[in-house]
């Protein structure tokens, strides 16, 4: 037990293994080396949920950094016909570890990772989650799985004793039987997965409890901002649907290293079978990259037009309904792959019914919009950009599930620019915009609203020239993950990688001011925007070590502004 | 330790000023509720990662596989099964006991059931360890030739040798499985096909099979992983007891690890039947 003090949590502490802290801080006080280590155990030792979130958020920046350079080495890659600057053999490592990385280091963990860990606790009014050794062993798990993953690039051999490049190809959704053959390290990177799959289902693990058991007094199921459905309904399919992935990708581990059959149609498996079993998890997967981006954004729209969210229940049933749904339309994925025409119409009908929850959520942040007093300040122009790409993604994916489009366009680019509006428009945008929203309060200072909003005008007409180009070049019939094209599509590819660099020197902007006003920016106050929810409300700013400096009361709902009619 | 308000206190502004003095929380207060629900969770996950396999081994039983894995289910020893099946049951059995003993205060029975509880799980690896190694014994194994023959054919074998074993130190002769006699010396051909049935090296197996057996030692591996996960947890419990850490006041613990014993038990209540009485 300890008394709440006026200190930041920057300037305090919770760790695990106190007596070692203890020892290295009494050796630090003549030793600058020992105070260096003390000063790491804060944070590589903290059970604090806001010191995780800021350890998350900077491995994730660090995966995306890199595996925004990998997406560019394959524009680049593309900007002529034939062969460039890297083989087809260098090409297929470069574009399975874009994808890697991106999905399973950046996306999936992505919000719920970063703001879940940081805000969850404060804004249902918590002194922290409910395991937070858990916590802190969810992002150890994390960081094994990346550096299995980083090593995989560089350890083994091609198998006649030469060493040579062997980082994993085949791409990241590690299809039997390629994966199976394949002699580059896919093993090592499916054993990475497998472990950051276990991160995330103790992460969701920990929020739903969190959720169930610790909201303050006063706060009741429809008390709690949206952004917390979100987290929850996450939370949920992170839990539940995790597990087959894990199992999944085990197998073909087990498979490669004793080879029992289970995947290979060499030896009487059923390779569809892996596909199977590989969407009902990937599927929902994409619904654990979106949701919590659809709460942030809620939360954000609802503060910058200061009205009560349009329609707050059917946006929490919707949020519910789409975790549930999801469950239901995994084979739309596998249209081509061999399916009974029953089957494909069934998984058809479903898809084009998860799109119903989704299309509901739109209009309820439209008619939040409507007669809200709309102030466009960074977060909000990010989080427009979110609905605004989402559309797009979510109009370019019913398209993709009507069974003849999508036998047409199946792997080709235009499927690569839907995957990319609604992964990279829809979850990272949001985070974007999450992360301009929040800063202020988990670094107590302000950005630079000029750079951000260059910043993002480079990167918003970047991105849809980028994705954009890839559906038109996929509806002119270039198929995806190919090293070499045929000329007539030299341009379009052209235009994609001169969208590219814009998005990447908008990119460069916003992490550039965010990163410099952490030490230039001006002291922000605590509630910069005038937000209701209790991390605006009642926590400083940074917030203290357990979070309030007195115990949090529920007064007024999250979304009550004043003079609302509700 | 302050007290939380109620919904009558949040309006009661008097009230409220005179709290916030001296307001901290109690972040040393362990959640039992909390905790019991996070294990729940915690289950829930194990029950969907062998409910994916026990998916796919529902698609290859009612699939084209249906009479080849009833063949091949026939090599399983029943009788090992059951006993092992016996063995579990009790387990759970002898768990529950120590949670009610803890319960009720008695620290040697606790340690007494807890001890049984861990000797009955090692008694089932044991049973395992001699159905897995009798199953070797006839050559059915993961990677074995005859798994590779289900793969390449018999005529590719040194094929197969080439491509799979070469690197990894195994002459040609060992990886076939050449059979020698009791001196030593190989035997031939006609020694060869008087062995019987199960021994015979190059007895091949048809792809259901293989499957069957590859989805057999995959879910009985992972489940006695399981397992021995939960023997790590019990001896943790029964250290934990001893030292007097865990008592009847947070017997949470304890309760805990029931719960996920009696799931590693449930699970096997499934495969038993899959697996061993399918023929």
């Known amino acids: 037990m300890s008394t709440a003090s006026a200190k930041s949590f920057y300037e305090d502490k919770a760790v695990i293994l106190e007596g070692l802290y203890n020892y290295w801080e009494e050796l630090g006080k003549n030793n600058s080396f020992f105070r260096k280590l003390a000063r790491l155990h804060t944070w590589v030792g903290s059970t604090d949920h806001k010191r995780i979130g800021i350890l998350y958020l900077i491995s994730m920046l660090t995966f995306f950094a890199v595996g925004v350079s990998l997406g560019f080495t394959i524009r680049l890659e593309w900007f002529y016909p034939g062969e460039q600057f890297i083989n087809a053999r260098v090409y297929n490592s470069v574009f399975t570890l874009h994808g890697i990385i991106m999905i399973f280091l950046f996306v999936i963990p992505g919000i719920p990772?970063?703001?879940?860990?940081?805000?969850?606790?404060?804004?249902?009014?918590?002194?922290?989650?409910?395991?937070?050794?858990?916590?802190?062993?969810?992002?150890?798990?994390?960081?094994?799985?990346?550096?299995?993953?980083?090593?995989?690039?560089?350890?083994?051999?091609?198998?006649?004793?030469?060493?040579?490049?062997?980082?994993?190809?085949?791409g990241w959704t590690f299809y039997a039987p390629y994966s199976l053959?394949?002699?580059?390290?896919?093993?090592?990177?499916?054993?990475?997965?497998?472990?950051?799959?276990?991160?995330?289902?103790?992460?969701?693990?920990?929020?739903?409890?969190?959720?169930?058991?610790?909201?303050?007094?006063?706060?009741?199921?429809?008390?709690?901002?949206?952004?917390?459905?979100?987290?929850?309904?996450?939370?949920?399919?992170?839990?539940?649907?995790?597990?087959?992935?894990?199992?999944?990708?085990a197998l073909i581990g087990i498979e490669r290293l004793f080879g029992v059959g289970i995947f290979d149609?060499?030896?009487?498996?059923?390779?569809?079978?892996?596909?199977?079993?590989?969407?009902?998890?990937?599927?929902?997967?994409?619904?654990?990259?979106?949701?919590?981006?659809?709460?942030?954004?809620?939360?954000?729209?609802?503060?910058?037009?200061?009205?009560?969210?349009?329609?707050?229940?059917?946006?929490?049933?919707?949020?519910?309904?789409?975790?549930?749904?999801?469950?239901?339309?995994?084979?739309?994925?596998?249209?081509?792959?061999?399916?009974?025409?029953?089957?494909?119409?069934?998984?058809?009908?479903?898809?084009?019914?998860v799109a119903v929850p989704t299309a509901v959520k739109v209009f309820n942040w439209l008619a939040t919009l409507y007669k809200g007093s709309i102030q466009l300040d960074p977060p909000m122009i990010w989080a427009l950009s979110f609905v605004f790409l989402f559309s797009i993604g979510g109009f370019t994916g019913l398209a993709l599930g009507m069974i003849n489009i999508d036998i047409a366009v199946h792997d080709t680019l235009y499927v690569v620019g839907h995957f990319h509006y609604t992964m990279f428009g829809g979850g990272a945008v949001s985070l974007f915009a999450g992360l301009h929203y929040w800063y202020p309060k988990m670094f107590g200072r302000m950005y630079n609203f000029f750079y951000a909003y260059v910043g993002w005008a480079l990167f918003f007409v970047g991105f849809n020239t980028l994705y954009g180009s890839m559906l038109v070049a996929g509806i002119m019939g270039m198929p995806r993950r190919y090293h070499d094209y045929l000329p007539e599509f030299t341009t379009i590819h052209q235009i994609g990688t001169v969208g590219s660099v814009i998005m990447i020197f908008g990119l460069i902007i916003v992490f550039g001011n965010l990163f410099i006003s952490l030490f230039s920016g001006k002291k922000a106050e605590d509630n910069p925007w005038m937000g209701k929810t209790l991390e605006w409300d009642q926590a400083s700013t940074p917030p203290v070590l357990f979070n309030f400096k007195k115990q949090p009361r529920i007064n007024h709902g999250p979304y009550d502004y004043e003079g609302e009619w509700v | 330790m302050s007290s939380i308000a109620t919904a009558n206190e949040v309006n009661n502004q008097d009230h409220l000023e005179e709290e916030e003095e001296d307001f901290h929380f109690d972040h040393n207060h362990t959640d039992y509720e909390g905790a019991k629900l996070g294990v729940w969770l915690f289950l829930f996950t194990e029950l969907v990662l062998f409910g994916a396999m026990f998916l796919a081994l529902f698609v290859y039983t009612t699939g084209e596989y249906g009479a080849e894995f009833h063949e091949a289910g026939k090599s399983l020893k029943v009788m090992m099964g059951a006993g092992n099946t016996l063995v579990l049951l009790t387990s759970s059995l002898t768990m529950v006991y120590a949670i009610t003993a803890l319960q009720k205060g008695s620290k040697y029975l606790t340690l007494l059931w807890l001890g049984l509880t861990i000797a009955l799980a090692l008694a089932f690896m044991v049973v395992k360890y001699f159905e897995w190694t009798g199953k070797f014994k006839h050559h059915i194994y993961p990677a074995h030739l005859?798994?590779?023959?289900?793969?390449?054919?018999?005529?590719?074998?040194?094929?197969?040798?080439?491509?799979?074993?070469?690197?990894?130190?195994?002459?040609?002769k060992e990886f076939n499985h050449v059979?020698?006699?009791?001196?030593?010396?190989e035997m031939s051909p006609e020694e060869v096909k008087a062995l019987p049935e199960g021994d015979y090296p190059h007895h091949r197996y048809t792809k259901g099979q293989v499957v069957f057996f590859g989805m057999y030692f995959a879910m009985t591996g992972l489940h006695g992983f399981h397992v021995i996960i939960g023997v790590l947890l019990l001896l943790?419990?029964?250290?934990?007891?001893?030292?007097?850490?865990?008592?009847?006041?947070?017997?949470?613990?304890?309760?805990?690890?029931?719960?996920?014993?009696?799931?590693?038990?449930?699970?096997?209540?499934?495969?038993?039947?899959?697996?061993?009485?399918?023929?």
């Open chain 2, 236 to 279: 943790w419990m029964v250290f934990e007891v001893a030292k007097g850490t865990v008592t009847s006041e947070n017997y949470g613990y304890v309760e805990n690890v029931g719960l996920y014993w009696h799931l590693v038990d449930l699970i096997w209540i499934y495969l038993f039947p899959l697996f061993y009485l399918v023929a």
């Open chain 1, 181 to 249: 053959q394949s002699n580059s390290n896919v093993g090592l990177a499916v054993f990475a997965a497998f472990i950051l799959g276990f991160s995330s289902i103790f992460t969701g693990l920990n929020f739903i409890t969190t959720i169930h058991r610790m909201r303050v007094e006063g706060m009741g199921w429809y008390d709690m901002p949206l952004f917390v459905w979100g987290l929850y309904a996450t939370s949920w399919i992170q839990v539940l649907a995790t597990p087959v992935i894990g199992i999944t990708l």
């Open chain 2, 179 to 185: 059979p020698v006699t009791a001196a030593g010396v």
């Open chain 1, 265 to 353: 149609a060499a030896m009487g498996g059923d390779p569809v079978l892996y596909q199977h079993m590989f969407w009902i998890y990937s599927h929902p997967a994409v619904y654990v990259m979106v949701i919590p981006g659809m709460g942030v954004v809620s939360e954000i729209i609802a503060v910058f037009s200061q009205r009560t969210i349009f329609g707050y229940k059917s946006m929490v049933f919707s949020m519910m309904g789409i975790a549930f749904v999801g469950y239901f339309v995994w084979a739309h994925h596998m249209f081509t792959s061999g399916m009974t025409e029953t089957s494909m119409i069934v998984f058809s009908f479903l898809t084009f019914f």
């Open chain 1, 113 to 170: 990772a970063i703001f879940g860990n940081f805000f969850l606790p404060i804004v249902i009014g918590a002194a922290d989650v409910s395991f937070p050794r858990l916590n802190l062993a969810s992002w150890y798990m994390f960081m094994t799985g990346a550096f299995l993953a980083a090593i995989s690039l560089f350890v083994g051999s091609t198998g006649d004793g030469s060493l040579t490049f062997v980082a994993p190809d085949g």
């Open chain 2, 146 to 172: 005859s798994f590779m023959e289900a793969k390449y054919g018999p005529s590719d074998l040194s094929k197969v040798w080439d491509k799979e074993f070469k690197d990894s130190g195994t002459t040609l």
